[in-house]
Nanobody
Framework: QVQVVESGGGLVQPGGSLRLSCAAS????????MGWYRQAPGNQRELVAVMPSGGSTNYADTVKGRFTISRDNAKNTVYLQMNSVRPEDTAVYYC?????????????WGQGTQVTVSL
């Protein structure tokens, strides 16, 4: 079994910063891809940022230049540094880990962490 656990959400003022963490644990040989999605009320879940183990990254246009994704492969952990946050960044943030077992990859999701940007 695989567990994916996020932490670091909360209330932050516009223009402030927040750092999310996500750790994966369980039975797998590697994690080719880890990333972050978010879902605001009434909206579909959308990509925020993804990072393969090789290090290249992909960001949503709405967060480019403000958010930074990083990984600690030794700890099976991915981070999302959120700077210059805006009210429209308010959402539940979900982490995913695409883990490899044998020759196949399986996607696991965390339970989500609430981020609220407000005065």
């Amino acid at each position: 079994q695989v567990q994916v656990v996020e932490s670091g959400g909360g209330l932050v003022q516009p223009g402030g910063s927040l750092r999310l963490s996500c750790a994966a644990s369980g039975s797998f040989s590697s994690i080719p891809v880890m990333g972050w999605y978010r879902q605001a009320p009434g909206n579909q879940r959308e990509l925020v940022a993804v990072m393969p183990s090789g290090g290249s990254t992909n960001y949503a246009d709405t967060v480019k230049g403000r958010f930074t994704i990083s990984r600690d492969n030794a700890k099976n952990t991915v981070y999302l540094q959120m700077n210059s946050v805006r009210p429209e960044d308010t959402a539940v943030y979900y982490c995913h880990a695409d883990v490899r077992r044998g020759s196949l990859d399986y996607r696991y999701w965390g339970q989500g962490t609430q981020v609220t940007v407000s005065l």
